[in-house]
């Protein structure tokens, strides 16, 4: 028994060193990585205690791979912690083939056409001027209500015309479904899953993005988006079968971004609206949420930034849920943010900031931070 368990380990090393390294002639995969470390301190108004501490952010790994000149593989995998201990979550896995020069077609997990930050601005902090995402689009599992992730087929093609370049997206995957224990002696919210494993039911969403950057303005750009989906809420806390065990909300958002990034100017602003149409009420209910955000990089290393953030929720089955609303209230909540950015070198920034937040769910909150962020 002994040897046949030193002959499956040796066998197990074997293997492991031969998938490791790379043979003569190939290329092996490359690891890169980015980290931050946080400090943040909040006052309230409200009844619930002050605050301040550090915090890790996500330890985020990814590699990329050109397979041969016309198909890549790139992989992104996060080390985090959502409060006890730490979880790893695959965030991106995709297999790009190009069909051209301007046409490229994908299948896996990707983030979202929907708005400009979640396309441009991945996992690392180290990535954006500010400390954090807008608040409304933080990813699925930290509290968000935009779904950032997909998984299914992803076709891009970008077309250059006399007035600029225009670039066309298409997703087509599952649909987002909300499950957890909603109005049960342990409700909660629950969280957004992009059906990584499978879909719900046969309805696939379906999101878009038409882009155009117009030539005579150089650094400019332009978007519209939106995202069909049928979104399933299971409760668990009630028997099968009961009412309200199952709840379809069909879904559309839609928005437009403006961005600018020329002559030291960083300008981002992006409109999000909700129509969802929950299964059993009356009427179609519909939120919105925007943020706009502006920096200015003095000499080579220095960015000061302003950012508003707006969220107008109306008290939906989706937006109850996912916590966004509670007690069956409309929801108002608006984040004004000033800070600045000092790059230490282009991999690594200390980032310091100021957030005024007024919400009617949890009162008014000051917020200071400071963030070191890092690539490697």
């Known amino acids: 028994m002994k040897k046949l368990t030193w002959r499956l380990g040796g066998a197990l090393i074997a293997l492991s060193l031969y998938l490791v390294l790379p043979a003569p002639d190939a290329q092996a ?4 990585g980015f980290g931050d470390v946080t400090f943040d301190a909040s006052e309230r108004t409200s009844s619930e205690p002050d605050s301040n501490g550090f915090a890790l952010g996500a330890l985020d790994f990814y590699v990329a791979e050109q397979i041969s000149d016309r198909l ?15 979880v790893v979550d695959l965030e991106r896995l995709q297999a790009t083939y190009s069909l051209g020069n301007n046409h490229k077609v994908r299948a896996g997990r990707f983030h979202n056409l929907l708005g400009y930050w979640n396309l441009a601005f991945h ?13 409304f689009l933080e990813f699925e599992d930290e509290s968000g209500v935009v779904p950032t992730h997909m998984i299914g087929l992803w076709w891009n093609s970008r077309m250059n015309t006399g007035m600029g370049r225009v670039n066309i997206g298409i997703m087509v995957g599952n649909g987002s479904s909300i499950k957890g224990d909603l109005t049960g002696s342990n409700a909660g919210p629950a969280e957004l899953n992009p059906g990584s494993s499978g879909d719900s039911d046969r309805d696939k969403a379906i999101s878009a993005k038409l882009n155009f950057e117009p030539s005579f303005m150089r650094g400019a750009e332009l978007g519209i988006y939106g995202n069909f989906s049928r979104v399933n809420i299971t409760d668990t806390a009630l028997a099968v079968g009961a009412p309200g065990y199952l709840t379809t909300v069909e879904q559309f958002i839609w928005g ?11 300008f981002m602003s992006e409109v999000y609206n909700w129509i969802n149409d929950t299964q059993g009420a009356t009427k179609e209910s519909g939120s919105v949420a925007a943020y706009g955000q502006l920096g200015y990089l003095i000499g080579e290393r220095t960015t000061p930034y302003i950012r508003y953030e707006y969220l107008d929720a109306t008290a939906d089955a989706y937006f109850n849920a996912v ?4 007690g069956g209230l409309d929801r108002l909540k608006t984040v004004t943010t000033v800070g600045v950015r000092y790059d230490i070198n282009y991999r690594s920034a200390l980032k310091a900031e100021y957030r005024a937040i007024d919400d009617q769910v949890d009162g008014a909150v000051n917020q200071g931070a400071v963030q070191w962020s890092f690539a490697f």
């Open 256 to 266: 437009v971004d403006v961005v600018y990034l020329a002559h030291n100017i960083e």
């Open 123 to 135: 996992h690392g902090a180290q990535l954006h001027t500010t400390i954090s995402r807008p608040f």
């Open 29 to 32: 995969f490359k690891l890169n």
């Open 323 to 326: 916590g966004m609303t509670v």
């Open 72 to 86: 890549d593989v790139l992989a992104e995998f996060v080390i985090e912690s959502p409060g006890d201990g730490f």
